[in-house]
């Protein structure tokens, strides 16, 4: 079976801090993907990247960076100068290769950035 | 763009009631989903399909059904609403082979 972890429920920052959102995963599966979502205010999770487990590379687009350690079995993401804007619920999701079509999604971690 | 929209953002229904929540998707995706929010658990997978007439049950099925008619609509039915359904409802879709579900804005329901 697969888990997601996301042991920060909610974090509170003031803009410009940096801030990271830690994700630890299980599953056995030598092959299988990880993703990051955002759910603002509005209510739709917004799709911010998938990795798969063969590239351990770490990525950035803009102001987010993903570090993916497959050693701790985690998936942490990282703002970088944080914006109001940024406040949202924040999801880190599993799949499995060859699973059924669906996601196992962390339990969230709410983001606040204070101006 | 995708858009997956859902058919209505808020909906107050009596415990008892058969509710119909849909989900329309304008991609051409062969898979939608239902999944259910709630604090604390994130999110939970009720059914999928990956095809019209197709379903398969997900983490939480019991008291749900769905139905997929035509390939751009998946409907949520609960056919004798109860309050422990209260809850926030997402509908996803997704290329058949493609790993990211892009989401609707979401249902609220209140079951009183």
């Known amino acids: 079976a697969q888990k997601v972890t996301q042991a920060q429920t909610e974090i509170s920052v003031v803009e410009k801090e940096d801030v990271t959102l830690d994700c630890v995963y299980e599953?056995?599966?030598?092959?299988?993907?990880l993703f990051w979502y955002k759910q603002p205010p509005s209510g739709e999770l917004v799709f911010l990247i998938r990795r798969n487990s063969f590239d351990e590379q770490n990525e950035i687009s803009g102001r987010y960076s993903w570090n993916f350690q497959k050693s701790t079995s985690s998936f942490n993401f990282t703002i970088t100068a944080s914006q109001v804007v940024d406040s949202a619920v924040y999801f880190c999701?599993?799949?499995?290769?060859?699973?059924?079509?669906?996601?196992?999604f962390g339990s969230g971690t709410q983001l606040t950035v204070l101006p | 763009d995708v858009k997956v929209t859902q058919s209505s953002r808020y909906l107050v229904k009596r415990t008892g009631e058969k509710v119909f929540l849909e989900c329309v998707q304008d991609m051409d995706h062969e898979n939608m989903f239902w999944y259910r929010q709630d604090p604390g658990l994130g999110l939970r997978l009720i059914y999928f399909?990956?095809?019209?007439?197709?379903?398969e049950k997900g983490d939480i099925p019991e008291g749900y059904s769905v139905s997929r008619e035509k390939k751009e609509r998946f409907s949520l039915i609960l056919e004798s609403a109860s309050t422990n359904q209260t809850s926030m409802y997402l509908c996803?879709?997704?290329?058949?082979?493609?790993?990211?579900?892009?989401f609707g804005p979401g249902t609220r329901l209140t079951v009183t």
């Open positions: 999701a599993l799949r499995v290769s060859g699973s059924a079509r669906q996601l196992t």
């Open positions: 399909s990956y095809d019209v007439k197709m379903k």
């Open positions: 996803a879709s997704s290329l058949l082979h493609h790993y990211e579900q892009y």
């Open positions: 599953t056995r599966d030598t092959t299988y993907y």
